[in-house]
């Protein structure tokens, strides 16, 4: 099973005129969106609203935090100036720091260097053109704050509830059903929802017990709804867990989690279908199907495989950081680093990452994460080396610049850069394992337990600022320990 095709997804729209489910989370993403995608996004929804139901679920959830994602989003640039100061202010500041150090040794040019440098480095001149990008960038803040302030999402939901396309509420002994049924079902991981388990503490600090089955019950009100009116059901949502989906090993979807087919089909027990799309492919096919405006939508959706394919094509860089800048060193326990070799990524995640249009141009920037493996070889001597399969989790800034060609809608990359390298995690593949980060080196596994309740790794341990209990190899701080030199505390005490 995958992902259904284009080509499947026109078939069955054509033979099934399904009705069209839309996840509260599609609605929501709306706000965290560039107003272009934005805009494309609801003229998507728009072509095909006669065929769109909600559960009441979705709207619940939809009114309830509209509000607060809309306020997170609406001033996303609004700290950039007095971020970039206060880095500048620290770095000016190391840099000074530096050049004085090395400065009273009479060091041969080192004068001529801080004044070079100091001409590049001019706070005035980076202030300026952060307050130019700011200039840049207001048209990009005004279609937000008119998109913000329209607020056309909102009316397209409150439509579809005048227009009778949204669900009943169950009642409260209906609710009280699914929840018993979903506490059994998140005991073996069935799902959906199972992964917000536990999932009941607000952002602001209320609890609601009903919150971690919203997904449940969403799903109830789809196979309601598909038996009731004999109906076949194209489903959408923004949630990429695994709770919803099959996933491969770097968290990309693969299809529709088999359980929920086959649950659809025993429940609606007639020749209905199921099919379920994530967010991009729901917006993609319909988009075409539709014969809407697609380009940005397109690009923003697709942000981390365009990142990912990019990467592919940097592992050389990526290594070549890692050795020459020294970050692996510092996770070598023996020796010097020799060499990097069969490089792989794994996994990449982004974090923060940004995206601002301009016509025909797109920038995405941000950091990210990879998770990957590397035969490292360690050198233990001038003739002696040894290399071992190494699990790695670095992380980076990158920029990328795309082409945007409007007319034939579709783009290609203009320029890559991956910025401040650096390894947060390295370690022997026979030697991982699950324990917390150690909280004094915060690199290494803390395997053993710092009194009272804290990870520390056996390096940081014997590193004669600690006593280690040797009957039951609790770690104290050497001022902490109040033992008999054969048990501690904890063990005089237990």
């Known amino acids: 099973m995958k992902i259904n095709t284009y080509e499947e997804f026109k078939d069955f729209i054509e033979q099934e005129d399904p009705l069209i489910v839309i996840d509260s989370s599609v609605f929501l993403d709306y706000y965290r969106y560039s107003s272009q995608t934005s805009k494309e996004i609801l003229e998507v929804l728009e072509s095909v609203k006669d065929n769109i139901w909600i559960p009441h679920q979705v709207y619940y959830e939809f009114i309830k935090n509209h509000k607060k994602v809309k306020k997170e989003q609406h001033n996303k640039y609004k700290n950039i100036l007095k971020d970039i100061n206060k880095y500048t202010d620290e770095f000016n500041h190391k840099l000074t720091k530096l050049f004085n150090k090395y400065g009273k040794y009479d060091f041969p040019k080192i004068n001529e260097l801080k004044n070079k440098i100091n001409s590049y480095f001019d706070k005035s001149q980076i202030t300026e053109a ?3 990008y700011h200039e840049e960038i207001e048209n990009e803040l005004r279609e ?16 579809l509830k005048t227009s009778n396309k949204v669900g009943d509420s169950f009642s409260g002994n209906r609710i009280l059903e699914i929840i018993e049924e979903g506490i059994r079902r998140f005991q073996y991981n069935i799902p959906p929802g199972y992964k917000d388990d536990g999932k009941k503490t607000e952002e602001n600090g209320s609890t609601d017990p009903k919150r971690p089955y919203g997904d449940l019950i969403i799903w109830k009100s789809i196979l309601d709804v598909a038996k009731e009116d004999g109906v076949s059901v194209v489903f959408t949502t923004s949630d990429s867990k695994e709770d919803w989906w099959a996933l491969d090993e770097s968290k990309n979807i693969l299809h529709p989690r088999e359980e929920l087919i086959s649950e659809f089909k025993d429940f609606v027990e007639n020749k209905t279908h199921l099919m379920m799309l994530p967010m991009k492919e729901f917006t993609e096919y319909f988009s075409r199907l539709k ?11 697709n942000a981390l495989n365009i990142i990912k394919n990019q990467i592919s094509y940097s592992t050389d860089e990526i290594i070549s950081s890692l050795i020459h800048d020294g970050e692996l ?15 792989e990524i794994n996994d990449v995640t982004l ?23 590397a035969i490292i070889t360690e050198a233990f001597g001038t003739e002696y080396s040894e290399g071992s399969a190494y699990d790695l989790e670095i992380s980076a800034e990158f920029s990328i610049e795309l082409e945007l060609n409007i007319e034939d809608k579709n ?9 401040n390298i650096k390894v947060h995690y390295a370690a022997p593949q026979e030697d991982i394992f699950d324990d917390e980060q150690c909280v004094i080196c915060e690199r290494r596994s803390g395997a053993l337990n710092l009194f009272p309740n804290s990870p520390i790794c056996s390096e940081c341990s014997t590193s004669g600022d600690y006593f280690i209990c040797t009957n039951c190899s609790t770690v104290y701080k050497n001022e902490d320990y109040n033992g008999d030199g054969e048990y501690c505390q904890n063990c005089i005490e237990n």
């Open 130 to 132: 952060v307050k130019t």
């Open 144 to 159: 937000n704050q008119v998109l913000m302030n329209k607020n056309e999402i909102f009316d397209f939901i409150n439509n």
């Open 291 to 301: 014969q809407t405006t697609y380009l940005y939508a397109q690009v923003e959706l």
């Open 329 to 343: 060193q510092w996770f070598m326990q023996n020796g010097l680093l020799e060499d990097v070799e069969d490089f």
């Open 351 to 373: 974090y923060d990452n940004n995206i601002d249009f301009d016509e025909d141009k797109a920038s995405i920037t941000g950091i990210l994460t990879l998770k990957g493996s």
């Open 411 to 419: 783009y290609e990359v203009d320029n890559f850069e991956l910025d």
